[in-house]
Nanobody, 124 residues
């Protein structure tokens, strides 16, 4: 499976962006997808995850109320709507696929496939 992330860019503080992550093939219902991010000089961190079956979502407290994760099963695509962006949201955002929905969404080792990353830069 190949994951193609897109939608990053440069935005001012308070602005919005929508990231997309398209899978190259149909995903089975026992899958989960997630967004991670890595700022310069920092470790990669969990942002949000969505279960393919049922659409339950999980996110880190840092982005709750500002970021919304969703998925479109027909398009094999996951989204991250990011509102009220802050400079500290600046990072490369990666999408990831867990083909077995292990349930440990925050753990990078749960994921079998990763996208190439898309840069999000928030200017102050």
């Amino acid at each position: 499976v190949q994951l193609q992330a897109s939608g990053g860019g440069l935005v001012q503080t308070g602005g919005s962006l929508r990231l997309s992550c398209a899978a190259s093939e149909r995903l089975f219902s026992n899958s989960a997808m997630a967004w991670f991010r890595q700022a310069l000089g920092k470790e990669r961190e969990f942002v949000a995850a969505v279960r393919w079956s049922g659409g339950s979502t999980y996110s880190t407290t840092v982005v709750k109320g500002r970021f919304t994760i969703s998925r479109d099963i027909a398009k094999n695509t996951m989204y991250l709507q990011m509102n009220s962006l802050k400079p500290e949201d600046t990072a490369v955002y990666y999408c990831a696929l867990d083909r077995d929905d292990t349930g440990t969404y925050y753990y990078q080792g749960s994921y079998d496939y990763w996208g190439q990353g898309t840069q999000v830069t928030v200017s102050s």
